[in-house]
């Protein structure tokens, strides 16, 4: 079993950090991947759907065995594969700007993607036809990695417009709790919340799909939000084809919580399963909750 322990001991080596740095400088495959903001934008202006792929994915198409809240599955992987290959003007497909240089990042995140991009990029490469311009995954990942945060208030700017006055239905894990006791979703007009399981959630993903299709109005209004691993991924794409706009924005909500902390580690947040930071630490207060409760439409194998 992978440990944390292993984590950050291949994390502080800088063994890979060198070697990914020159093959960055000896001229390196790079796809072609948006800033943050024009990432945003495209979003925003052309009422865009997205699908992100980070490093669970991209090892999960590989056959990459890991620790995770999601089991392997056969089935998953093939449907990652197909949503991978997708071109279409009303998805985005992202992936993280991390093929290139990495100094804009902190010490912990540039030893982990060198460690990545040194082992993989040749599979990675060989998943990605050329041509395409790939949204920034780190639309959702916007605080915690970087050095310099002077972009935040700007990103959080653009997710505020994206969310202005659209009624929201969230899809997450159980306890996800994207948006509770904080003001992420103010500019929004409604905040409603279906639930799935915390672990494995794409053993569910027919239901979550039928369940989106019947209680979710096909409204220009309607925005359906994801917070689910993988199975938010690839069921992005069947909610574009009946012409729901969804995003995957798993890690928004952790990532908005830290930045309002100042915190400058990944530590565990009230209320919330912080997978990243030893999970689940204390419960929201009364009042928080029973607004959260309210919120809940459904729970989908919870």
């Not at 082992?119 to 050329?130: C, F, G, T």
């Given at each position: 079993?992978?440990?944390?322990s292993?984590?950050?001991?291949?994390?502080?080596?800088?063994?890979?950090?060198?070697?990914?740095?020159?093959?960055?400088?000896?001229?390196?495959?790079?796809?072609?991947?948006?800033?943050?903001?024009?990432?945003?934008?495209?979003?925003?202006?052309?009422?865009?759907?997205?699908?992100?792929f980070?490093?669970?994915?991209f090892?999960?198409?590989?056959?990459?065995?890991?620790?995770?809240?999601?089991?392997?599955d056969?089935?998953?992987?093939?449907?990652?594969?197909?949503?991978?290959?997708?071109?279409d003007?009303?998805?985005?497909?992202?992936?993280?700007?991390?093929?290139?240089?990495?100094?804009?990042?902190?010490?912990?995140a540039i030893?982990?993607?060198?460690?990545?991009?040194?082992?993989?990029?040749?599979?990675?490469?060989?998943?990605?036809?050329?041509?395409?311009?790939?949204g920034?995954?780190?639309?959702?990942?916007f605080?915690?990695?970087?050095?310099?945060?002077?972009?935040?208030?700007?990103?959080?700017?653009?997710?505020?417009?994206?969310?202005?006055?659209r009624?929201?239905?969230?899809?997450?894990?159980?306890?996800?709790?994207?948006?509770?006791?904080?003001?992420l979703?103010?500019?929004?007009?409604?905040?409603?919340?279906?639930?799935?399981?915390?672990k494995n959630a794409?053993?569910?993903?027919?239901?979550?799909?039928?369940?989106?299709?019947?209680n979710?109005?096909?409204?220009?209004?309607?925005?359906i939000?994801?917070?689910?691993?993988?199975?938010?991924?690839?069921?992005?794409?069947?909610?574009?084809?009946?012409?729901?706009?969804?995003?995957?924005?798993?890690?928004?909500?952790?990532e908005?919580?830290?930045?309002?902390?100042h915190?400058?580690?990944?530590?565990p947040?009230?209320?919330?399963?912080?997978?990243e930071?030893?999970?689940?630490?204390?419960?929201?207060?009364?009042?928080?909750?029973?607004?959260?409760?309210?919120e809940?439409?459904?729970k989908?194998?919870?």
């Amino acid at each position: 079993m992978f440990l944390l322990s292993q984590l950050k001991e291949r994390c502080l080596n800088p063994y890979y950090r060198r070697k990914n740095a020159a093959n960055v400088k000896k001229g390196a495959w790079q796809p072609r991947i948006m800033t943050l903001e024009e990432t945003l934008k495209d979003i925003l202006d052309n009422h865009l759907s997205i699908s992100r792929f980070g490093d669970g994915e991209f090892k999960w198409m590989m056959g990459i065995k890991q620790q995770s809240f999601q089991n392997d599955d056969a089935k998953l992987r093939e449907l990652l594969t197909k949503t991978f290959a997708l071109r279409d003007k009303r998805l985005l497909l992202c992936i993280p700007d991390t093929f290139g240089d990495l100094s804009k990042y902190n010490a912990f995140a540039i030893n982990y993607w060198s460690y990545e991009m040194y082992k993989r990029r040749n599979m990675i490469q060989s998943l990605i036809p050329d041509g395409y311009i790939f949204g920034n995954l780190n639309i959702t990942r916007f605080y915690m990695d970087y050095l310099d945060k002077g972009h935040v208030e700007t990103i959080l700017g653009y997710w505020k417009s994206i969310f202005y006055h659209r009624n929201i239905y969230i899809v997450e894990g159980e306890f996800s709790r994207l948006g509770v006791g904080n003001d992420l979703f103010s500019t929004a007009s409604s905040v409603h919340r279906i639930l799935a399981p915390a672990k494995n959630a794409f053993s569910s993903y027919q239901k979550i799909l039928s369940f989106v299709k019947e209680n979710v109005p096909l409204e220009r209004s309607s925005l359906i939000l994801f917070a689910l691993g993988p199975t938010a991924t690839i069921m992005v794409p069947f909610l574009v084809d009946t012409g729901y706009q969804a995003l995957d924005i798993g890690h928004i909500d952790v990532e908005y919580e830290w930045y309002k902390l100042h915190a400058t580690k990944k530590i565990p947040l009230v209320g919330r399963y912080v997978n990243e930071a030893g999970g689940f630490i204390e419960e929201f207060n009364s009042d928080i909750l029973k607004k959260y409760d309210r919120e809940i439409m459904a729970k989908i194998d919870c």
